[in-house]
């Protein structure tokens, strides 16, 4: 798995098609790939790591002192569906807000692994990938400006 070219779409696929367990720890594991794939050393990382009271999923340490806040939400449960408009509003309020007024990161990442939310420092939404498996290169080279450079 890890020898074949390593982009959104490579995992969105692996999830979408059962090749790999639709786990939390299991997603986790694969962004944390992909992030040292392109570049971010496992000392510019905490993974399920408590920072400043709060654990997020992955923190990244970038070269600037920013930060970039990685949730990760299981697939599969309708209850936390980051697609319906509704859950998106409570998951933003619970979370969102709280990384933004604590930790301050530059970027929040929201995904299933199927599908990512990106918001900026404000909590506002910029980019929506609805479906990970049908990413293009512009896509990774959007997410690695933000969250490795």
Do not use: C
Not at 34 to 53: D, T
Request: net charge negative; aromatic share 8%; proline share 3%.
């Amino acid at each position: 798995m890890l020898t074949e070219e390593y982009t959104l779409s490579r995992i969105g696929s692996l999830l979408k098609e059962g090749k790999v367990k639709k786990r939390h720890d299991m997603i986790v594991y694969l962004f944390q790939v992909w992030l040292e794939k392109h570049g971010v050393k496992k000392e510019k990382m905490k993974i399920l790591e408590e920072y400043k009271g709060i654990r997020p999923d992955i923190i990244v340490f970038k070269e600037d002192n920013s930060l970039i806040v990685w949730e990760i939400i299981e697939p599969g449960d309708p209850n936390y569906d980051i697609l319906n408009p509704e859950i998106r509003k409570k998951l933003e309020n619970l979370l969102i807000r709280i990384y933004r007024h604590i930790l301050k990161p530059k970027f929040i990442i929201l995904t299933d692994g199927l599908s990512m939310l990106i918001y900026n420092s404000d909590g506002q939404i910029i980019k929506i990938l609805d479906d990970l498996s049908s990413t293009v290169a512009d896509d990774d080279a959007f997410l690695e400006t933000i969250a490795v450079k």
